[in-house]
T-cell receptor, first 115, second 114 residues
């Protein structure tokens, strides 16, 4: 069982380019999340999806888009990358049970540098 | 914002000592969670405590929750060098459309010296 995987592991990208970060989970969790982690700022939620077919905006959604066509995949797209999007990106998933969401399981992260 | 805030920002101790980290938050919650992150890695869930619980144990970890003070503490007993990591608290929303979203603090960097 792989859990939650992300690709690529790292990427250097020219400003203005389009980039999709991939995230796949095999735990059949209904909720998935994208965070960015910057030094001194902790983790900030970019977008989330509580179930396949629905998405929502987090704290810092500008410049990013997501889709949730099925339960397992939750790609994050940067339409036109800017240097301020240089960060480490984490995907996570969780399961809803008894009306509550439980712990989140995190992927290994994607380190993105925009030049 | 409902963001949890950890205190202290950094903690340095010797092996065998206990490490205590605190977390404060602002609004009502369903649960509070603690996560650990080793350098360059993803976060790993440690323990979840629900709003109707006051204390929870898991191995060398002890978490307390005081909803009246909107605070929690994480105690690691008999610390080891391998406990060196960043520790984050995360809170969820008690109601509304944001159910399931977690709000993370900036973390406490724990260093345990051999």
């Amino acid at each position: 069982i792989a859990g939650i995987t992300q690709a690529p592991t790292s990427q250097i990208l020219a400003a203005g380019r389009r980039m999709t970060l991939r995230c796949t989970q095999d735990m059949r969790h209904n909720a998935m999340y994208w965070y960015r982690q910057d030094l001194g700022l902790g983790l900030r939620l970019i977008h989330y999806s509580n179930t396949a077919g629905t998405t929502g905006k987090g704290e810092v959604p500008d410049g990013y888009s997501v889709s949730r066509a099925n339960t397992d995949d939750f790609p994050l797209t940067l339409a036109s990358a800017v240097p301020s999007q240089t960060s480490v990106y984490f995907c996570a998933s969780s399961e809803r049970a008894g009306g509550y969401y439980n712990e989140q399981f995190f992927g290994p992260g994607t380190r993105l540098t925009v030049l | 914002s409902q963001q949890g805030e950890e205190d202290p920002q950094a903690l340095s101790i010797q092996e065998g000592e206990n490490a205590t980290m605190n977390c404060s938050y602002k609004t009502s919650i369903n649960n509070l969670q603690w996560y650990r992150q080793n350098s360059g890695r993803g976060l790993v869930h440690l323990i979840l405590i629900r709003s109707n619980e006051r204390e929870k144990h898991s191995g060398r970890l002890r978490v307390t929750l005081d909803t009246s003070k909107k605070s929690s503490s994480l105690l690691i007993t008999a610390s080891r060098a391998a406990d060196t990591a960043s520790y984050f608290c995360a809170t969820d929303a008690a109601r509304g459309s944001t159910l399931g979203r977690l709000y993370f603090g900036r973390g406490t960097q724990l260093t345990v010296w051999p």
